[in-house]
């Protein structure tokens, strides 16, 4: 499958290992994200409204981290603007022009007709729609500084759009792909190794999060963050966490019962992998 790297514009993915103190101008816009969760439940019936576990959940981090956002302590991420923006259904500048502009620049700089920045009030159209202009062929996908370890597991607190990755539009509606529900992550580490190499563009379908019998998938584990390995039904009512990597002396696998399965966030399945042969 032919695909172009349409833009790449870098963002660090890395804390630092000393979180600073953030300026008044990032608590300003912090505390306006927790007030726009607030007039959003507001204004819903108690049944209806987002409790903090449910928006971990959905943008993909630890409550603790998601509260570390909305008290002032971590700065706003793009990523989890965009999400929160889709989640309320409002403007990304309603709580930070700094992010709107932002990924204004970015969506301008890359021939993006519009960025995925202001989603109507009334409408939860996902901000990740873009249309490549004179580029009618190919559809942009998010791609992000996150990684999925095919090693011992990638803790992924700080997430940032790194730009957009264009894949041919046919080629998405040949294999039943919606942009909406995809994004571009890295692989890191060799335990997926030879089907998975260190490095490999990795291809993640958010919208295929059941299990399902020898495919690969990007999974949350509160012990070891964020993983990319093969599912394998077990033939003992359970699942098998697999590494492709024949050295199970370094890369073992991991059953789980069939409960236990759902103590692993599947984040999606990996339907497509780039890298050097």
């Not at 301008?108 to 009618?136: I, K, M, Q, V, Y």
């Not at 607190?157 to 294999?175: C, D, Q, T, Y």
């Not at 529900?181 to 890295?186: H, M, P, R, T």
């Not at 060799?190 to 291809?203: A, F, Q, W």
């Given at each position: 499958?032919?695909?172009?790297?349409?833009?790449?514009?870098?963002?660090?993915?890395?804390?630092?290992?000393?979180?600073?103190?953030?300026?008044?101008?990032?608590?300003?816009?912090?505390?306006?994200?927790?007030?726009?969760?607030?007039?959003?439940?507001?204004?819903?019936?108690?049944?209806?409204?987002?409790?903090?576990?449910?928006?971990?959940?959905?943008?993909?981090m630890s409550?603790?981290?998601?509260?570390?956002?909305?008290?002032?302590?971590?700065?706003?991420?793009?990523?989890?603007?965009?999400?929160?923006?889709?989640?309320?259904?409002?403007?990304?500048?309603?709580?930070?022009?700094?992010?709107?502009?932002?990924?204004?620049?970015?969506?301008?700089?890359?021939?993006?007709?519009?960025?995925?920045?202001?989603?109507?009030?009334d409408s939860?159209?996902?901000?990740?729609?873009?249309?490549?202009?004179?580029?009618?062929?190919?559809?942009?996908?998010?791609?992000?500084?996150?990684?999925?370890?095919?090693?011992?597991?990638?803790?992924?607190?700080?997430?940032?759009?790194?730009?957009?990755?264009?894949?041919?539009?046919?080629?998405?509606?040949?294999?039943?792909?919606?942009?909406?529900?995809?994004?571009?992550?890295?692989?890191?580490?060799?335990?997926?190794?030879?089907?998975?190499?260190?490095?490999?563009?990795?291809?993640?379908?958010?919208?295929?999060?059941?299990?399902?019998?020898?495919?690969?998938?990007?999974?949350?584990?509160?012990?070891?963050?964020?993983?990319?390995?093969?599912?394998?039904?077990?033939?003992?009512?359970?699942?098998?966490?697999?590494?492709?990597?024949?050295d199970k002396?370094?890369?073992?696998?991991?059953?789980?019962?069939?409960?236990?399965?759902?103590?692993?966030?599947?984040?999606?399945?990996?339907?497509?992998?780039?890298?050097?042969?």
């Amino acid at each position: 499958m032919e695909m172009v790297n349409y833009f790449q514009w870098e963002y660090s993915c890395e804390m630092n290992k000393e979180r600073r103190q953030l300026l008044d101008w990032e608590r300003e816009e912090c505390a306006a994200l927790k007030k726009a969760i607030a007039d959003f439940n507001a204004s819903r019936p108690k049944d209806k409204r987002l409790t903090q576990d449910e928006i971990a959940h959905t943008v993909g981090m630890s409550q603790g981290t998601l509260g570390s956002h909305l008290n002032g302590h971590r700065p706003l991420t793009q990523k989890l603007a965009v999400s929160m923006a889709e989640m309320l259904g409002v403007p990304i500048g309603s709580f930070s022009k700094r992010i709107e502009d932002d990924i204004g620049r970015m969506a301008s700089a890359a021939g993006l007709s519009h960025a995925p920045a202001a989603p109507d009030a009334d409408s939860r159209t996902p901000p990740r729609s873009f249309d490549l202009n004179d580029e009618s062929g190919y559809t942009g996908v998010l791609q992000l500084t996150a990684r999925g370890s095919t090693g011992d597991g990638d803790d992924n607190p700080h997430v940032e759009i790194r730009g957009v990755m264009a894949f041919k539009s046919a080629w998405l509606r040949a294999n039943n792909l919606n942009q909406k529900n995809l994004d571009v992550i890295y692989a890191n580490g060799h335990s997926m190794e030879p089907t998975i190499n260190d490095g490999d563009v990795l291809l993640v379908d958010e919208s295929k999060v059941e299990p399902k019998d020898g495919q690969i998938f990007a999974m949350q584990s509160e012990s070891k963050g964020t993983i990319v390995k093969r599912l394998v039904k077990s033939d003992f009512d359970g699942w098998i966490i697999r590494s492709d990597n024949p050295d199970k002396a370094r890369y073992g696998d991991e059953t789980l019962r069939d409960g236990e399965i759902n103590e692993v966030r599947i984040i999606g399945r990996v339907v497509w992998r780039g890298g050097m042969l």
